[in-house]
């Protein structure tokens, strides 16, 4: 049974930093994408960073340099860490897997989910 369990989320100032961590279990091998979706609310959930197992990234536009996403396969975790953030950044924010070897970022293509974890960034 595959297991996501976010950690890491909380409150921050608009400018501060915060890192989160996905750490998974039940995935058979390294072989699969790993990445960071965020929902706000009334929102669609969309891409924020994937890392594929060839250690390939993708960030979505929004993202401008600010986040880094980052695998320890030995530990099976998945950290990213994100700075300078801003109010638009508030949103639950969930970890996710697939057996792919692209760094694809739509939800879609994503077959295992975390329950996710809250950003809140305050002006």
């Known amino acids: 049974q595959v297991r996501l369990v976010e950690s890491g989320g909380g409150s921050v100032q608009s400018g501060g930093s915060l890192r989160l961590s996905c750490a998974t279990s039940?995935?058979?091998?390294?072989?699969?994408?790993v990445a960071w979706f965020r929902q706000a609310p009334g929102a669609d959930r969309e891409g924020v960073a994937v890392?594929?197992?060839?250690?390939?990234?993708r960030y979505g536009d929004f993202v401008e340099d600010r986040f880094i996403v980052s695998r320890d396969n030995d530990k099976r975790t998945l950290d990213l860490e994100m700075n300078t953030l801003k109010p638009e950044d508030t949103a639950m924010y969930y970890c996710?897997?697939?057996?792919?070897?692209?760094?694809?970022?739509?939800?879609?293509?994503?077959?295992?989910w975390g329950q996710g974890t809250q950003v809140t960034v305050s002006s």
């Open positions: 996710a897997a697939t057996p792919a070897w692209l760094p694809l970022l739509h939800p879609s293509d994503y077959i295992y």
């Open positions: 039940g995935l058979t091998n390294n072989k699969y994408s």
């Open positions: 890392i594929a197992d060839d250690g390939s990234t």
